[in-house]
């Protein structure tokens, strides 16, 4: 299983970019492969977030649809995810509160793959990064 984190559709439907093709190319290969694929609610939010933050609303649909048309579950957020969220933000990775969640959705689902080109991953220990081609 493989998570896939929001700036994942955000490149691919975003301006040109050498994470746009890398991340493409990437995607096809786990598709084909038949890796299976999920997110959280809170990737879904954090696409939410960015697009109105920079007043690019055009562009929620298009992302929720590439993403939700990838991924094979999107994982609620639950109380134990929130709580364990807080251990892992004052944990000396300094992972952001953000990330913390995700950590803590994929700990409790067994996840130990991201994709994602956000670094900061790196910093949490038994986590694997999918990140170049």
Request: hydrophobic share 45%.
């Amino acid at each position: 299983m493989i998570f896939i984190d929001s700036n994942i559709p955000m490149y691919l439907i975003g301006a040109p970019h050498p994470h746009k093709s890398e991340a493409q190319v990437i995607l096809e290969r786990l598709i084909a492969g038949g890796q299976r694929l999920v997110t959280d609610a809170e990737v879904l939010q954090e696409i939410l977030h960015r697009y109105v933050a920079i007043d690019r609303r055009d562009a929620i649909g298009r992302a929720f649809e590439l993403l939700l048309d990838i991924v094979d579950e999107v994982f609620p957020i639950e109380r134990t995810d929130v709580l364990r969220a807080a251990e892992i933000a004052q944990n000396r990775a300094s992972l952001s509160a953000r990330d913390s969640v995700h950590v803590a959705v994929m700990e409790r689902h067994g996840i130990r793959l991201i994709l994602t080109f956000d670094a900061d991953f790196d910093r949490w220990p038994g986590l694997k990064r999918i990140h170049q081609v």
